[in-house]
């Protein structure tokens, strides 16, 4: 089940969904001992998610959304729209191989899938998104339909 979340402290006109542990695999077993079952027993199996860091920036002709992805190939990340109006941002990164011989004294790069999803608004045009990888940067831009002013037409008062 996603959790829909409407509003977001640094943007009260936000209107992005969002579930952090959507698509994570939740405590196996027996759990029910356990005062928090559904949440993620290793920090590790969040860490990857708290790195999809995106900025949603809006200028005249378009939305345009950053992610940090560090490490991560074109190939490795997908840009979908999903229900017409639905922007997700997905893509995992793998764990690197132990070997038997290697002796590890620290893992602090997060590995795991991560996935950011965003309620575009009405004024998108979904069908000429494009999205760009350079240096490490997902840059999607959505551009923005023209908007119409509404002709005012004045209305002589007789009398």
């Keep these: 089940m996603s959790l829909i979340r409407r509003s977001n402290v640094f943007d009260p006109f936000s209107l992005d ?23 993620p027993r290793t920090s590790s199996e969040t860490a990857a998610f708290a790195g999809a860091r995106i900025d949603w920036r809006e200028t005249p002709e378009a939305h345009v959304f950053k992610a940090d992805v560090p490490g991560l190939k074109k ?8 229900e017409g109006n639905i922007l997700q941002i997905s893509g995992e990164r793998n764990k690197e191989q132990e070997e038997k011989t290697d002796t590890w004294h620290r893992v602090e790069r997060s590995s795991g ?47």
């Design 75 to 82: 190939e490795e990340v997908k840009v979908e729209v999903e």
């Design 17 to 39: 969904l969002w579930d952090p542990f959507e698509g994570f695999p939740f405590g196996s077993g027996s759990s029910n001992n356990s005062l928090f079952p559904s949440f």
């Design 113 to 159: 899938r991560f996935m950011r999803r965003f309620r575009l608004p009405e004024n998108a045009k979904t069908e000429h998104i494009r999205a760009a990888m350079e240096n490490g940067v997902l840059t999607v831009t959505v551009p923005k339909e023209e908007v119409k002013k509404p002709e005012v037409k004045s209305i002589q008062i007789s009398g």
